[in-house]
Protein backbone atom coordinates (compact mmCIF):
# COMPACT_ATOMS: atom_id res chain seq x y z
CA UNK A 1 0.00 0.00 0.00
CA UNK A 2 2.93 2.27 0.76
CA UNK A 3 4.57 1.82 -2.59
CA UNK A 4 1.47 2.35 -4.45
CA UNK A 5 0.56 5.31 -2.11
CA UNK A 6 4.43 6.73 -2.97
CA UNK A 7 3.74 6.05 -7.04
CA UNK A 8 0.69 7.97 -6.78
CA UNK A 9 2.16 10.72 -5.55
CA UNK A 10 4.81 11.07 -8.05
CA UNK A 11 2.56 10.36 -10.70
CA UNK A 12 1.03 13.59 -9.68
CA UNK A 13 3.55 15.53 -9.15
CA UNK A 14 4.23 15.31 -13.65
CA UNK A 15 4.29 18.97 -13.78
CA UNK A 16 7.21 19.83 -11.33
CA UNK A 17 9.43 22.55 -12.55
CA UNK A 18 12.81 21.42 -14.50
CA UNK A 19 15.70 20.65 -12.02
CA UNK A 20 18.55 23.15 -12.71
CA UNK A 21 21.18 21.51 -15.20
CA UNK A 22 24.90 20.69 -13.40
CA UNK A 23 27.59 20.78 -16.07
CA UNK A 24 30.34 18.97 -15.42
CA UNK A 25 33.34 19.91 -17.25
CA UNK A 26 35.02 17.25 -19.40
CA UNK A 27 37.82 18.30 -21.74
CA UNK A 28 38.50 14.88 -23.86
CA UNK A 29 34.69 15.15 -25.11
CA UNK A 30 33.17 17.23 -27.88
CA UNK A 31 31.15 20.39 -27.25
CA UNK A 32 28.00 18.72 -27.92
CA UNK A 33 28.83 15.62 -25.59
CA UNK A 34 30.08 18.34 -23.29
CA UNK A 35 26.57 20.42 -23.19
CA UNK A 36 24.70 16.82 -22.30
CA UNK A 37 27.21 16.13 -19.27
CA UNK A 38 24.76 16.80 -16.36
CA UNK A 39 22.91 15.23 -14.12
CA UNK A 40 19.35 15.21 -15.04
CA UNK A 41 17.43 18.10 -15.82
CA UNK A 42 13.85 17.14 -15.43
CA UNK A 43 11.60 14.89 -12.69
CA UNK A 44 9.66 12.20 -14.06
CA UNK A 45 7.90 9.68 -12.63
CA UNK A 46 10.90 6.87 -13.16
CA UNK A 47 13.25 9.10 -11.92
CA UNK A 48 11.76 8.71 -8.64
CA UNK A 49 11.22 5.13 -8.58
CA UNK A 50 13.42 3.28 -6.38
CA UNK A 51 15.79 0.62 -8.66
CA UNK A 52 14.53 -2.84 -9.32
CA UNK A 53 14.76 -5.20 -6.15
CA UNK A 54 13.93 -1.89 -3.81
CA UNK A 55 10.95 -1.48 -1.66
CA UNK A 56 8.34 0.94 -3.77
CA UNK A 57 9.90 -0.19 -7.53
CA UNK A 58 7.94 -1.20 -10.18
CA UNK A 59 6.17 -4.54 -9.19
CA UNK A 60 5.88 -6.06 -12.84
CA UNK A 61 8.62 -6.78 -15.24
CA UNK A 62 8.52 -4.38 -18.35
CA UNK A 63 9.63 -5.02 -22.00
CA UNK A 64 9.85 -2.31 -25.00
CA UNK A 65 9.29 -3.96 -28.16
CA UNK A 66 9.32 -1.88 -31.63
CA UNK A 67 7.38 -2.54 -34.18
CA UNK A 68 8.18 -4.57 -37.48
CA UNK A 69 9.26 -2.99 -40.29
CA UNK A 70 6.73 -0.99 -41.91
CA UNK A 71 5.86 -0.10 -45.14
CA UNK A 72 6.56 3.52 -44.38
CA UNK A 73 10.21 2.07 -43.23
CA UNK A 74 10.47 0.58 -46.68
CA UNK A 75 9.23 4.12 -48.14
CA UNK A 76 11.96 5.64 -46.03
CA UNK A 77 9.49 8.10 -44.67
CA UNK A 78 8.34 9.40 -41.22
CA UNK A 79 4.97 8.47 -40.52
CA UNK A 80 4.13 10.38 -37.32
CA UNK A 81 0.21 11.45 -37.93
CA UNK A 82 -2.11 9.96 -35.99
CA UNK A 83 -4.47 10.39 -38.85
CA UNK A 84 -1.91 9.20 -41.12
CA UNK A 85 -0.64 6.16 -39.00
CA UNK A 86 -3.86 4.88 -37.31
CA UNK A 87 -4.82 3.58 -40.80
CA UNK A 88 -1.74 3.17 -42.72
CA UNK A 89 1.81 1.78 -43.20
CA UNK A 90 0.98 -1.26 -41.43
CA UNK A 91 3.76 -3.50 -41.96
CA UNK A 92 5.66 -5.34 -44.81
CA UNK A 93 5.72 -8.82 -45.58
CA UNK A 94 9.14 -8.96 -43.35
CA UNK A 95 7.60 -7.19 -40.96
CA UNK A 96 5.12 -9.69 -40.85
CA UNK A 97 7.59 -12.42 -40.53
CA UNK A 98 9.71 -10.39 -37.56
CA UNK A 99 6.62 -9.89 -35.35
CA UNK A 100 5.79 -13.53 -35.38
CA UNK A 101 9.56 -14.34 -34.57
CA UNK A 102 9.66 -12.11 -31.89
CA UNK A 103 6.63 -13.14 -30.44
CA UNK A 104 7.55 -16.95 -30.85
CA UNK A 105 10.97 -16.19 -29.23
CA UNK A 106 9.63 -13.98 -26.30
CA UNK A 107 6.68 -17.27 -25.76
CA UNK A 108 10.02 -19.56 -25.30
CA UNK A 109 11.29 -17.53 -23.18
CA UNK A 110 8.80 -17.04 -21.03
CA UNK A 111 8.35 -21.24 -20.52
CA UNK A 112 11.91 -21.99 -19.87
CA UNK A 113 12.07 -18.95 -17.14
CA UNK A 114 8.44 -18.88 -15.75
CA UNK A 115 7.61 -22.66 -15.78
CA UNK A 116 10.17 -23.49 -13.01
CA UNK A 117 10.28 -20.72 -10.95
CA UNK A 118 6.12 -19.82 -11.87
CA UNK A 119 6.75 -15.91 -10.40
CA UNK A 120 4.65 -14.41 -13.37
CA UNK A 121 1.08 -15.95 -14.17
CA UNK A 122 0.69 -14.26 -17.81
CA UNK A 123 1.45 -11.63 -20.18
CA UNK A 124 0.18 -8.24 -20.53
CA UNK A 125 0.54 -6.65 -23.91
CA UNK A 126 0.11 -2.68 -24.77
CA UNK A 127 0.28 -1.08 -27.78
CA UNK A 128 0.41 2.04 -29.52
CA UNK A 129 -3.03 2.64 -31.82
CA UNK A 130 -0.71 2.97 -35.42
CA UNK A 131 -1.53 0.23 -37.45
CA UNK A 132 1.69 -1.27 -37.39
CA UNK A 133 2.15 -1.28 -33.47
CA UNK A 134 -1.31 -2.58 -33.95
CA UNK A 135 -0.16 -5.69 -36.18
CA UNK A 136 3.12 -6.24 -34.21
CA UNK A 137 1.18 -6.37 -31.13
CA UNK A 138 -1.46 -8.80 -32.68
CA UNK A 139 1.33 -11.17 -33.53
CA UNK A 140 2.74 -11.23 -29.98
CA UNK A 141 -0.92 -11.81 -28.63
CA UNK A 142 -1.15 -14.78 -30.91
CA UNK A 143 2.24 -16.40 -30.31
CA UNK A 144 1.32 -16.35 -26.45
CA UNK A 145 -2.05 -17.50 -27.10
CA UNK A 146 -0.61 -20.83 -29.04
CA UNK A 147 1.95 -21.43 -26.55
CA UNK A 148 -0.78 -21.11 -23.70
CA UNK A 149 0.20 -17.84 -22.07
CA UNK A 150 -2.66 -16.11 -20.13
CA UNK A 151 -2.53 -12.68 -21.42
CA UNK A 152 -4.21 -9.75 -19.21
CA UNK A 153 -8.07 -9.97 -19.10
CA UNK A 154 -7.62 -12.37 -22.05
CA UNK A 155 -8.13 -9.15 -23.75
CA UNK A 156 -5.04 -9.71 -26.31
CA UNK A 157 -4.15 -6.74 -26.81
CA UNK A 158 -4.96 -3.44 -25.31
CA UNK A 159 -4.24 -0.01 -27.28
CA UNK A 160 -2.98 3.18 -25.33
CA UNK A 161 -2.65 6.41 -27.52
CA UNK A 162 0.40 7.22 -24.83
CA UNK A 163 2.54 4.72 -27.03
CA UNK A 164 2.39 6.69 -30.10
CA UNK A 165 5.15 7.58 -32.11
CA UNK A 166 6.93 10.87 -31.54
CA UNK A 167 5.08 13.33 -33.47
CA UNK A 168 7.48 14.61 -35.85
CA UNK A 169 5.44 17.88 -37.13
CA UNK A 170 6.60 19.19 -40.51
CA UNK A 171 8.71 16.84 -41.07
CA UNK A 172 5.81 14.38 -41.21
CA UNK A 173 5.14 12.13 -44.55
CA UNK A 174 8.96 13.68 -45.69
CA UNK A 175 12.11 11.58 -45.54
CA UNK A 176 13.53 9.57 -42.54
CA UNK A 177 16.76 11.17 -43.18
CA UNK A 178 15.23 14.20 -41.37
CA UNK A 179 15.43 12.05 -38.36
CA UNK A 180 18.74 13.60 -37.39
CA UNK A 181 17.64 17.24 -37.99
CA UNK A 182 15.55 16.50 -35.00
CA UNK A 183 17.78 14.92 -32.97
CA UNK A 184 21.02 16.97 -33.32
CA UNK A 185 18.51 19.69 -31.42
CA UNK A 186 17.82 17.05 -28.51
CA UNK A 187 21.14 17.16 -27.24
CA UNK A 188 20.94 20.23 -26.72
CA UNK A 189 17.55 21.34 -25.95
CA UNK A 190 15.10 18.37 -25.39
CA UNK A 191 12.27 20.67 -24.73
CA UNK A 192 12.39 22.12 -28.35
CA UNK A 193 9.66 21.90 -30.80
CA UNK A 194 11.44 22.76 -33.85
CA UNK A 195 10.13 21.53 -37.05
CA UNK A 196 6.38 21.61 -34.81
CA UNK A 197 7.55 18.36 -33.20
CA UNK A 198 6.95 16.74 -29.57
CA UNK A 199 9.29 17.37 -27.22
CA UNK A 200 11.85 14.79 -25.45
CA UNK A 201 10.52 15.62 -22.09
CA UNK A 202 7.01 15.77 -23.49
CA UNK A 203 7.44 11.96 -24.50
CA UNK A 204 9.43 11.46 -21.15
CA UNK A 205 6.39 12.67 -19.23
CA UNK A 206 3.55 10.53 -21.11
CA UNK A 207 5.54 7.17 -21.65
CA UNK A 208 6.64 7.46 -17.52
CA UNK A 209 3.17 8.03 -16.31
CA UNK A 210 2.03 5.31 -18.61
CA UNK A 211 4.38 2.77 -17.11
CA UNK A 212 3.21 3.95 -13.36
CA UNK A 213 -0.31 3.99 -14.26
CA UNK A 214 0.09 0.15 -16.32
CA UNK A 215 1.92 -1.12 -13.07
CA UNK A 216 -0.53 0.37 -10.35
CA UNK A 217 -3.65 -1.22 -13.21
CA UNK A 218 -1.38 -4.72 -12.93
CA UNK A 219 -1.36 -4.69 -9.09
CA UNK A 220 -4.87 -3.94 -8.85
CA UNK A 221 -6.24 -6.08 -10.99
CA UNK A 222 -3.75 -9.18 -9.55
CA UNK A 223 -4.28 -11.48 -6.70
CA UNK A 224 -1.79 -11.46 -3.65
CA UNK A 225 1.73 -11.49 -5.21
CA UNK A 226 0.70 -12.06 -9.10
CA UNK A 227 3.29 -10.24 -11.31
CA UNK A 228 3.04 -9.82 -15.27
CA UNK A 229 5.19 -9.55 -17.67
CA UNK A 230 4.11 -6.40 -19.48
CA UNK A 231 5.06 -5.78 -23.09
CA UNK A 232 4.87 -2.04 -24.18
CA UNK A 233 4.57 -2.50 -28.03
CA UNK A 234 5.73 0.69 -29.88
CA UNK A 235 8.01 2.86 -32.10
CA UNK A 236 11.54 4.07 -32.28
CA UNK A 237 11.85 7.15 -30.67
CA UNK A 238 9.62 6.60 -28.00
CA UNK A 239 11.33 3.56 -27.16
CA UNK A 240 14.24 5.14 -27.05
CA UNK A 241 13.25 8.19 -24.85
CA UNK A 242 11.42 5.99 -22.57
CA UNK A 243 14.34 3.79 -21.67
CA UNK A 244 16.11 6.97 -20.48
CA UNK A 245 13.87 7.48 -18.30
CA UNK A 246 14.42 3.75 -16.71
CA UNK A 247 17.96 4.27 -17.04
CA UNK A 248 17.42 8.01 -14.67
CA UNK A 249 19.33 9.66 -17.50
CA UNK A 250 18.44 13.28 -19.17
CA UNK A 251 16.26 12.25 -22.50
CA UNK A 252 18.26 14.25 -23.90
CA UNK A 253 20.70 11.53 -24.05
CA UNK A 254 18.08 9.00 -25.87
CA UNK A 255 20.50 8.43 -29.23
CA UNK A 256 23.36 7.52 -27.26
CA UNK A 257 21.90 4.10 -25.77
CA UNK A 258 21.86 1.24 -27.98
CA UNK A 259 19.55 1.56 -30.85
CA UNK A 260 16.53 -0.67 -30.72
CA UNK A 261 16.29 -2.40 -34.21
CA UNK A 262 12.53 -3.53 -36.15
CA UNK A 263 10.48 -6.05 -33.65
CA UNK A 264 13.16 -6.35 -30.92
CA UNK A 265 12.36 -7.08 -27.64
CA UNK A 266 13.96 -5.29 -25.00
CA UNK A 267 14.04 -5.49 -20.77
CA UNK A 268 13.57 -2.12 -19.30
CA UNK A 269 14.69 -2.20 -15.46
CA UNK A 270 14.91 0.68 -13.10
CA UNK A 271 18.47 1.15 -12.68
CA UNK A 272 20.18 3.55 -9.74
CA UNK A 273 20.37 7.40 -10.66
CA UNK A 274 23.86 7.64 -12.44
CA UNK A 275 26.04 10.30 -11.10
CA UNK A 276 26.29 11.72 -15.11
CA UNK A 277 23.97 10.84 -17.87
CA UNK A 278 26.45 11.01 -20.31
CA UNK A 279 29.30 8.54 -18.61
CA UNK A 280 26.81 6.50 -17.66
CA UNK A 281 26.40 5.25 -20.98
CA UNK A 282 30.01 5.08 -22.44
Not at 204 to 216: A, I, M, P, Y
Not at 269 to 279: D, F, I, Q
Request: hydrophobic share 35%; aromatic share 6%; proline share 4%.
Amino acid sequence: AAASTMRTAVSTALAAALSAALPMPCSAMSRSATSACHVSRMTTPALSIPPHGQEGSLRHTFFALRHGQSLANVANIISSDPKISTVKHGLSGFGHEQAKEAGKHFAEQFHAENDASNEYCGVAIFSSDFVRAKETAQHMADACKAASIPLYKNEGVTLDENLRERNFGTLNGGSDDRYQDVWDVDITDPTHNEFGVESVYSVVERTTRLVLDKDEELSEASRGDEKWKCILVAHGDVLQILQTGFKKMDGSLHRTLPHLETATVRELKVEAAPLCGYHAVK
